[in-house]
Nanobody, 127 residues
């Protein structure tokens, strides 16, 4: 079992940057594929980015490609989401998710692909 705690959200102007962090408990973090999702009011939770167990493979939603970067530090049990050139439409609650896997390439892009979720952190981008 892993517990996830997100941090780093806040209010930022359009064009600005934020870095989200997700700290995981436990000693097997390197066996989890990790993902970031977001949910805006009245909308379904949507995929943002995912990273494989070693960090060698990443994948992004088209809406954030080129602006967001997912990374992980297995020594610190933490996954990050660097968000640049933020837009008002990026406003949402951002969630970290984890899925245990023995695969070195597994990077699920859907909600059902993950077993564990954090509580979320609010990101608000003003125009």
């Amino acid at each position: 079992q892993v517990q996830l705690v997100e941090s780093g959200g806040g209010l930022v102007q359009a064009g600005g940057s934020l870095r989200l962090s997700c700290a995981a408990s436990g000693r097997t973090f390197s066996y989890y594929a990790m993902g970031w999702f977001r949910q805006a009011p009245g909308k379904e939770r949507e995929f943002v980015a995912a990273i494989s167990t070693s960090g060698g493979i990443t994948t992004y939603a088209d809406s954030v490609k080129g602006r967001f970067t997912i990374s992980r530090d297995n020594a610190k049990n933490t996954v990050y989401l660097q968000m640049n050139s933020l837009k008002p439409e990026d406003t949402a609650v951002y969630y970290c998710a984890a899925r245990p896997t023995t695969s070195s390439i597994y990077t699920p892009r859907n909600v059902a692909g993950y077993d564990h979720w954090g509580q979320g952190t609010q990101v608000t981008v003003s125009s």
